[in-house]
């Protein structure tokens, strides 16, 4: 397969960056952030996304869905990127929708997934429990009581989790912290007694919620999946959001550094354009590069995802830790070149930057993936 | 689609059968690739085999014309038989400046005449061509070149020298690059001349490298007489040429960075580093130094892919052959500089059967000069800046 998007992918990006720069560019994000929005972000937009096909764009046809791929939730996540809008696309449309579509059962997939595509359901996986994303590490306890399970710990960084309508929890069944059996998942109402939930007002004026469960009960019937084989269906997940959040970083990189090349053309001292020092342009020109290979990069990982999936992790990794690398780097540049502008509130370039600071913790950072990495080809 | 499933099967299937066992191994020495031309020697039985077969098929040039010795196969096709060959680890069965530099330029810029006396001999490997372009004042600023062909009659007479020219001492004709009106803005006085090596007043000079090794020569013309029926494209329109060979040449020098099948950087430093009880790599920093290497590595060859993809989907900038040369070639660099550092005490042994005669350090230093040749990092990223970033005044 062409490592290009096709005709009707470029349609798809059009129509869904026609959406998003209309409705939300920047200023809904700073809007929302200086009102301390509750919700923060907009249900209204979330319904048109809804309207548009977005919300189900991973959801299968037959629960109402557009049964797409990778590629194209990587589509709109990179235009997610561009603007920084706030949106539940991640959370719910991508990841929930993928982990129940993959590991539901009937009765879970006729319940949640229609509901996900008509956007009536919000729902967010919630597996960070530490300072670093460890997915092996969970160590929240599911212990057997009567009929079904009784769920003690906390979750950390849990996406869109102080709306959800619908968690979706890793915890340990049994084994240890480490082990790769032993994993469950659990499909649990928010509103169950044991649950408290703090919304973590964070840098990036994004969202997410601590959670705490404190004696939760869940019966079988709230097993996603297998009890104890909750991590290939988890790994599956997490590879599908890295390859997501990475086209989010795509995004973001290349908008920063589209409004950075911006600037050092129109920005003069010494009485010509900064873009003219070579010490400038030479950098802009690894940027761009970067850039343009991380790009492929991430495509492949979509590709792969979509096409290949046994052998899909390789390329999530290579995708994620190149996706943190390069959006790091975007970002600090592109503060740097726009001078002491760039250090302004007023200016949205530090929007960005504190955007990819998130994106960069959520499923792994660069260190993370290096690591699957080099543990998969044996050293 | 069902079509390409099917040619996927049958290529599949023709490499399993034709594609000799040691022609599966990577190559480490000179010996291990062929490069064609009058005096051209095969190294071993199935390097000739693989050869044979390959260009049987018009598979040394897969996706050229059938009129012109290729395979006539279309993007896709070509793209199949490239992943089936690296699927197996198959060497490529010829090395040729004229498939991945003059072919090209021929194919867009040659007369008819032209292609039907050079192309069949490229793809057959009965000709090897060198590039005569740098010259001793003429490096970054390729356009400054002084050689001269003047006129006389229906021939050009030429005279200068090049230096850097590739296997200048092996090769059986130059496409080259002269000054026909010195006259005029340095661009606009340029030709592209193709001749013989065996012309009269024609002399090569093997240049001696910090790798040990005399790769590049230069290349003397004292009156050699050339027939202006060489020159392809417009006499004083070469640059044009020029420029479009070169973004043949820089992806060809930015696919160095990439390796084909072959163990992983990590377990080849392995070898001389150790492992710790987990099977990591004894060396947490080089570990994770040739973790984040491969991770970079990885994403190139990814845009390799993309890069060829883009061109048959006629969306490439015509200029990103420069961003991919910068990318590939810093990353061989450091590719080697971590073989280096792997290697450690072993891998500083310059002669002897146990270093196979310093195969390390000399690849090592061999490419320190992939970021000179072709234009220069500094170069590339000055192109990048200018034609694509449209940055001023660059």
């Known amino acids: ?379 | 689609m069902a079509d390409l499933e099917q040619f996927r099967r049958e290529t599949r299937a023709w490499l399993e059968a034709n594609c000799p066992a040691e022609m599966r191994r990577p190559a480490v020495s000179d010996d291990d690739v062929f490069w064609g031309g009058r005096n051209a020697r095969f190294s071993s039985e199935p390097q000739r085999v693989w050869f044979e077969r390959m260009r049987d098929k018009g598979w040394t040039v897969p996706d050229w014309p059938r009129e012109y010795g290729g395979g006539g196969l279309d993007a896709a096709e070509t793209k199949v038989l490239r992943e089936e060959m690296a699927a197996i680890g198959a060497r490529l069965p010829l090395s040729s400046f004229g498939i991945w530099m003059l072919g090209p330029a021929l194919l867009k810029y040659g007369t008819e005449e032209q292609k039907k006396e050079h192309l069949p001999k490229i793809a057959a490997g009965l000709i090897r061509w060198c590039q005569g372009y740098s010259e001793p004042n003429a490096g970054s600023d390729l356009a400054s070149l002084q050689t001269r062909a003047t006129s006389d009659g229906d021939h050009f007479i030429i005279n200068g020298q090049k230096i850097w020219t590739s296997y200048a001492n092996y090769a059986d004709w130059i496409f080259c690059l002269v000054r026909t009106d010195p006259n005029v803005k340095k661009h606009d006085g340029i030709s592209f001349i193709l001749f013989d090596m065996a012309s009269k007043g024609v002399s090569t000079k093997p240049i001696l490298l910090i790798s040990g090794y005399s790769p590049f020569c230069e290349t003397f013309f004292d009156n050699v007489r050339v027939p202006k029926s060489h020159v392809v494209g417009q006499i004083n329109r070469g640059w044009d040429v020029a420029k479009y060979l070169l973004q043949h040449e820089r992806a060809m020098i930015s696919g160095m960075g990439e390796r084909g099948a072959g163990r992983p950087l990590g377990q080849i430093a392995a070898d001389s580093v150790g492992s710790d009880g987990q099977g990591r790599l004894g060396d947490a920093i080089l570990r994770s130094q040739i973790a984040t290497f491969e991770v970079d590595e990885a994403a190139l060859a990814a845009a390799a892919e993309r890069t060829t993809d883009l061109a048959k989907a006629g969306q490439a900038h015509p200029a990103f052959s420069s961003a991919m040369k910068y990318y590939g070639t810093e990353l061989n660099k450091r590719r080697h500089e971590i073989l280096m550092s792997a290697g450690g005490i072993d891998a500083l042994e310059w002669e002897g059967e146990r270093s196979k005669d310093g195969a390390r350090p000399r690849a090592w230093l061999r490419t320190k000069a992939n970021s000179i040749e072709g234009g220069t990092s500094e170069v590339m990223l000055g192109i990048v800046a200018k034609r694509i970033l449209d940055l001023p005044g660059a």
């Open chain 1, 1 to 379: 397969m062409a490592l290009v998007l096709t005709e009707e992918q470029s349609m798809l990006r059009d129509s869904a960056r026609g959406l998003i720069s209309d409705k939300a560019p920047v200023s809904h994000l700073r809007h929302l952030r200086d009102s301390r929005d509750a919700t923060g972000f907009s249900r209204d937009l979330w319904q048109a996304f809804a309207e548009m096909g977005f919300a189900g764009l991973l959801v299968p046809e037959e629960f109402g869905g557009s049964g797409l791929g990778c590629v194209e939730a990587g589509v709109v996540m990179e235009e997610i990127g561009r603007t920084l809008m706030p949106s539940p696309f991640l959370s719910t449309g991508v990841v929930a929708a993928s982990a129940l579509a993959r590991a539901g059962n009937a009765a879970q997939k006729s319940e949640y997934l229609p509901k996900i595509a008509s956007g009536a359901l919000l729902a967010s996986l919630a597996v960070d429990e530490g300072a670093k994303h460890r997915p092996l590490q969970t160590s929240l306890q599911a212990s057997r009581s009567g009929n079904g399970f009784k769920l003690n710990g906390a979750k950390a960084l849990v996406v869109d989790g102080h709306v959800a309508d619908l968690l979706i929890v890793a915890a340990r069944t049994a084994g240890s912290a480490g082990e790769r059996d032993g994993l469950t998942l659990f499909l649990i109402n928010p509103r169950a007694k044991g649950i408290a939930i703090e919304r973590t007002v964070m840098v990036d004026a994004h969202n997410a919620a601590r959670i705490e469960f404190n004696n939760v009960e869940v019966d079988v019937d709230g097993v996603l999946g297998e009890v104890d084989q909750g991590f290939a269906p988890l790994d599956v997940v997490l590879n599908i959001g890295s390859g997501a959040v990475a086209s989010e970083m795509v995004g973001l990189s290349e908008e920063v550094f589209g409004r950075t090349v911006e600037y050092l053309k129109q920005r003069k001292q010494f009485g010509k354009p900064i873009g003219e020092f070579q010490a400038l342009q030479h950098r802009a020109a690894q940027l761009y590069i970067d850039i343009e290979i991380t790009r492929a990069a991430v495509l492949k990982a979509l590709q792969t995802l979509d096409g290949d999936f046994a052998n899909a992790a390789a390329a999530v990794a290579v995708a994620k830790a190149r996706a943190g690398v390069t959006a790091t780097r975007a970002v600090q540049e592109g503060v740097q070149m726009h001078g002491g502008m760039g250090m302004t509130d007023q200016f949205d370039i530090g929007f960005f930057m504190k955007r990819a600071r998130v994106c960069e913790e959520l499923f792994g950072d660069a260190n993370f993936h290096a690591e699957q990495l080099a543990r998969a080809r044996g050293y």
